[in-house]
């Protein structure tokens, strides 16, 4: 028993060993470019992962970082940082060979592309940032032609406007059509009147005939009927 105990010890160790030798450990640098300046404050929050942080490695202050022990496979790297967005690499790890081929990787498109396999990168990585996150909006200044442009400010300068245009233009209509305006005010008004007080009459005359008590029962002076 003790037998089998120490040979599958060995086996593991011989396995972990040999994965040991096989792996290999992923260098680079992040370098700035005439587009826009890193601060080299940040860096230290910067982080590169392999496949969502499956192997990782921190950045140092002058841009260098390290992934050691990266057994063989193929993986995506990514650059994690607060400020700054990175082109996403894929990163294959031969068993027969000490040096990571490196390709590009377009989020959304396949692993292995025909198309990146007959591209390579250089090593070790030299990673550019292509642009600037901005995680906070600047607040608008004021802006008055924005604001003339409001539904309820135009709603506020037209009626201000017939407010005190209305009065003006009364004035400077001849007697005759200001006399039939008037005459038409005076028949709208009438006609609303009207029917308003229609419509109290016919309130009135329905609450006056549920008021009034249900016919039927016995006369009171009534002859009594005989019986046979």
């Known amino acids: 028993m003790r037998f089998w105990q120490i040979s599958g010890l060995y086996t593991s160790l011989l396995l972990s060993l040999a994965t040991l030798v096989s792996a290999v450990d992923i260098k680079g640098k992040i370098v700035d470019n005439e587009a826009m300046h ?5 860096l230290s929050a910067t982080r590169v992962v392999l496949d969502d942080g499956t192997y990782s490695g921190w950045v140092t202050r002058n841009g260098n970082f390290h992934i050691p022990h990266v057994p063989p496979g193929t993986y995506i790297l990514t650059v994690l940082s607060p400020q700054h967005w990175f082109d996403q690499l894929r990163i294959d790890v031969l068993p027969s060979s000490d040096l990571p081929e490196v390709r590009p990787y377009l989020p959304g498109t396949p692993l292995y592309s025909s198309t990146a396999q007959h591209i390579t990168l250089p090593y070790p990585l030299h990673l550019e940032p292509k642009r600037k996150l901005d995680f906070f909006v600047p607040q608008e200044s004021f802006n008055a032609l924005a604001l003339l442009k409001s539904p309820m400010v135009i709603m506020m300068i037209i009626t201000a406007g017939m407010a005190l245009g209305v009065p003006y233009l ?21 006609v609303q009147s009207s029917g308003l007080s229609g419509l109290m009459n016919v309130a009135t005359s329905g609450l006056q005939e549920e008021e009034r008590p249900a016919s039927g029962g016995k006369p009171k002076g009534g002859k009594a009927v005989k019986r046979r």
Request: glycine residues 0%; charged residues 35%.
């Open 38 to 42: 890193i601060d080299l404050k940040s």
């Open 170 to 190: 009364m004035k400077n209509l001849d007697p005759e059509t200001l006399k039939e305006i008037n005459e038409q005010h005076q028949k709208i008004a009438q």
